[in-house]
């Protein structure tokens, strides 16, 4: 097997499959993709409800459908994908170590890498629940892993604490499959999840979403025999008085990700702790140069069309690199969240003269209605670039597409903020 | 007749509008709200008879994997989602399996398909090796 190429790209999920794409597009035809799974696809082969595609493919696909028609193009354009095989190690020089079962100790060089190894999800180590540690508790990734490639049903009683997008698909999921969802709690006065994932997945089956609410403890020697659940108040915690106990045989989790950047790291890549992700400019590369992140890994997102389209980006910027395209820069603005805003990815713009435009995409820190997102320089007053939005929520990325002549008239740094 | 108003959300796209809908009787007389005539469409049919599209998977035997992923091939009544889970349960393919091959035909007389979104060669599941990294 040979062993330099141009491009290698960490994980074969929907990110790393469209910046396969948009290097081949740019011109890039050298580029080996490594997946530790036996398929590509990523996360999308066990989301195989609808609702991916709308924006990149105009229709309605399912998860595997979607993953398919990249997999599709990644394989007409000749693309050198090794599947079963993880990667170990990543170094600064773009050294990358890989076991496989079939081929052992593997050792590739690059002439640059896009990260692309998406996210795990936090478990409830991380949730402070008090109480036993009986089974039937588990993540909502897993019980959907479970009932959809494996097929098995982790439990018939099910209480789920988390409104995220997985856990509401999943409390569908399993009411289909003729298990009984009593509620799903949300810590916070929102869903954190998609409001069509909440119509679609609770109200059309009669599920409770008890916002404000989380599970203070599990009960069970075993197995899960129950929790008792409480109000909280505005600062998350729970009221004294308000517990109820509700029985049950199974507590799934879904609180949140985590981007997978254990290989960033070794690779001396530098995080940001808003995004847990690399800290990158507008042309998606991280602080090592020549290692480009993007999808899960840089930033959560909670549609696949945006990760497709940033993921094609940062591999057609990687494409240019090696090519020897990039523009010298000028000089480099940081980009930092303001008022309303948790995050904003890229972190740092590169100042070139032929950029014409730059996404950026934020996540704000509460709901806020008929608001204007507003980009302001070097800490001046007026706004430089405004754009209206009916509805913001930090369940739901927001992106914005700023005129790069903004960043020209700009010394050190612009913030963003919601007004 | 009394006319009354209620509101849909929209779930065509992410955005999900909230769209007001009148009707007078049987007959829809005002909709408003709506972000883009899909979301018309869908408000329309939302008010008097809501349609889903079921997606859920049906065992495989001699794959490389145990199931396969399926959806219906359009939107049906969503009062009959639940009988067609009972009826999909009893199915049960042989590998190979090709996406968009249609799984069961006319399912309870609905008009609609049963399609294979994903494709499963011929083999034997391994066992997952990988915890799963969620998602
Ligand atoms: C339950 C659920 C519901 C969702 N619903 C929707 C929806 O309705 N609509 C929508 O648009 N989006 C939805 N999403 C979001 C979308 O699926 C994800 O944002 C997208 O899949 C992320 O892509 P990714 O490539 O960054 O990550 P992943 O899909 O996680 O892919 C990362 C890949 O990298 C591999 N990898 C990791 N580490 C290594 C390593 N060391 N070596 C080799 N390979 C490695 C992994 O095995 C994996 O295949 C949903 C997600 C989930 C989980
Ligand atoms: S009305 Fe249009 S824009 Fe609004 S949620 Fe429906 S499809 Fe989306």
Redesign the pocket.
């Known amino acids: 097997m040979k062993s330099d190429y141009d491009l290698i790209i ?7 499959l469209a910046a396969a794409v948009g290097a081949v597009e740019n011109g890039v035809h050298d580029i080996l993709i ?4 036996r398929f590509l696809g ?3 082969n066990q ?1 195989i ?1 609808t ?2 595609g709308l924006r990149e493919f105009g229709e309605e696909l399912t ?1 595997p459908e979607y993953a398919q028609r990249f997999e599709d193009r990644v394989l007409q354009a000749g693309i050198s994908c090794l599947v079963d ?3 170990l190690d990543v170094t600064r020089d773009k050294h990358v170590v890989v076991i496989s079962p079939v081929h052992g100790r593997l050792e590739f060089t690059a002439r640059a890498i896009v990260l ?4 795990r999800e936090r478990t409830r180590g991380a949730l402070m629940v008090a109480g036993t540690r009986p089974a039937g508790v588990m993540t ?2 897993t019980a ?1 892993r479970l009932m959809n490639l494996e097929g098995y049903l982790p439990g018939q009683n099910i209480v789920i604490l988390g409104s995220g ?2 856990g509401l ?1 999943m409390a569908r999921r399993f009411t289909l499959e003729g298990a009984n969802v009593s509620a799903v709690l949300e810590v916070m006065p929102y869903s954190t999840g998609l409001t069509r994932n909440v119509v679609q997945c609770l109200n059309d089956y009669g599920i409770p979403l008890m916002l404000s609410h989380t599970v203070t403890s599990v009960h069970g020697a075993k197995r899960v025999s129950g929790v008792t659940v409480s109000e909280v108040d505005i600062g998350r915690n729970p009221l004294p008085g308000t517990e109820q106990d509700i029985a049950c045989d199974t507590l799934i989790t879904s609180v949140g990700l985590i981007p ?1 950047n254990e ?1 960033s790291r070794r690779a001396g890549v530098e995080l940001d702790l808003a995004t847990g992700g690399a800290i990158v400019n507008q042309r998606l590369e991280t602080s090592v140069p020549g290692v480009f992140a993007c ?3 840089l930033q959560v ?5 945006n ?1 497709s389209e940033e993921a094609r980006h940062a591999g057609a910027n990687a494409a240019d690199l090696i090519a020897g395209r990039l523009a010298p820069k000028q000089r480099t603005i940081r980009v930092i969240p303001g008022r309303g805003i948790r995050y904003v990815v890229p972190q740092y713009v590169d100042v070139h003269e032929a950029d014409e435009h730059t996404v950026l995409s934020m996540r704000p820190d509460d709901v806020f209605r008929q608001a204007t997102v507003e980009v302001v320089a070097d800490g001046r007053d007026v706004p430089l670039a405004r754009f209206r939005r009916r509805h913001l929520t930090p369940g739901e990325m927001v992106t914005v597409n700023v005129d790069s002549a903004v960043f020209r008239t700009c010394a050190q740094y612009v913030s963003v903020r919601v007004v | 007749m009394s006319s009354t108003t209620r509101i849909v959300t929209c779930i065509v796209c992410p955005e999900g509008c909230k769209v007001s809908v009148s009707t007078d009787g049987d007959t829809i007389t005002a909709v408003s709200g709506h972000g883009c005539r899909r979301g018309l469409g869908y408000a329309r049919q939302e008010a008097v008879a809501p349609m889903r599209t079921l997606t859920t998977s049906v065992r495989v035997s001699g794959g490389v994997l145990s199931l396969v992923s399926v959806k219906t091939s359009a939107p049906v009544p969503r009062e009959r989602l639940l009988d067609i889970m009972t009826c999909v349960r009893r199915c049960c393919l042989s590998a190979p399996v090709s996406q968009g091959q249609v799984v069961l035909t006319n399912v309870l007389e609905l008009g609609v398909d049963l399609v294979a979104t994903r494709s499963v060669e011929r083999g034997s599941p391994a066992t997952v090796h990988e915890p799963p ?3």
Do not use: T
Request: glycine letters at 26%; one cysteine or more.
């Open positions: 960490i994980g074969g999920g929907p990110a790393g490594i997946e530790r799974e990523g996360i999308l989301c409800h609702g991916f998860g095989a993880m990667v692309a190894m998406g996210c909502a990734g959907q997008d997985i698909i997978e290989l999808g899960n890994v997102h909670d549609l696949v069309d990760v | 990294h969620g998602g």
